[in-house]
């Protein structure tokens, strides 16, 4: 079936990197763009950016512009965020999901827990 | 960016009740919105793209209409698993953005 199997929960210190995994399986890796957005604990949904894993073209929200770098590897068919310069804010569940119609959200991941603390 | 408002914050309704949530974009956004469902402790599930179709497998219960700046989801009966939040979403411009999300429980 249809799925998006992101890597497991994170523990990082304040201004350190985090890099999650996405892989996906049943559909063609290249053919979908890949969202990645984030929730704090208790609060709403909060987009970062986009890729296209056919030509690696990248587009991210300002608030991240600078410090989220977001890549793939067509032969495993899994995309990557990457975070850097960790704070507490950015403790949240982040999740990957896979854009179609040109932008609506139709498959996600189950989400990887980022936890930011000293 | 392009600020995504809904009402109600949350609602509580009975079983079998017609419940209506509303999405207004700060700017005319044609038909490019999307409304999601998220269950407490797993990720959103498309329900509707583009104003007003409904996603494939999805109860046909969940609707939704509008254009431009105003949109209304709507749930002709509610049931039991129907508690949740849910997300209105534009994707006309970059960066998309969600409503604040509408918490919905049975009274």
């Known amino acids: 079936q249809v799925q998006l199997v992101q890597s497991g929960a994170e523990v990082k210190k304040p201004g350190a990197s985090v890099k999650v995994s996405c892989k996906a399986s049943g559909y063609t890796f290249t053919s979908y763009d890949i969202n990645w957005v984030r929730q704090a604990t208790g609060q709403g949904l909060e987009w970062m950016g986009w890729m296209n894993p056919n030509s690696g073209n990248t587009g991210y929200a300002q608030k991240f512009q600078g410090r989220v770098t977001m890549t793939r590897n067509t032969s495993i068919s899994t995309a990557y965020m990457e975070l850097s310069s960790l704070r507490s804010e950015d403790t949240a569940v982040y999740y990957c999901a896979r854009g179609i119609f040109g932008g609506a959200f139709d498959i996600w991941g189950q989400g990887t827990m980022v936890t930011v603390s000293s | 960016d392009i600020q995504m408002t809904q009402s109600p914050s949350s609602l509580s309704a009975s079983v079998g009740d017609r419940v209506t949530i509303t999405c207004q974009a700060s700017?005319?956004?044609?038909?490019?919105l999307n409304w999601y469902q998220q269950k407490p402790g797993k990720a959103p599930k498309l329900l509707i793209y583009?104003?007003?179709n409904l996603e494939t497998g999805v109860p046909s219960r969940f609707s939704g209409s509008g254009s431009g700046t105003d949109f209304t989801f709507t749930i002709s009966s509610l049931q039991p698993e129907d508690i949740a939040t849910y997300y209105c979403?534009?994707?006309?411009?970059?960066?998309?953005?969600f409503g604040p999300g509408t918490k919905v429980d049975i009274k």
């Open positions: 979403q534009q994707y006309d411009n970059l960066p998309r953005t």
């Open positions: 700017q005319d956004i044609s038909n490019y």
């Open positions: 583009d104003a007003s």
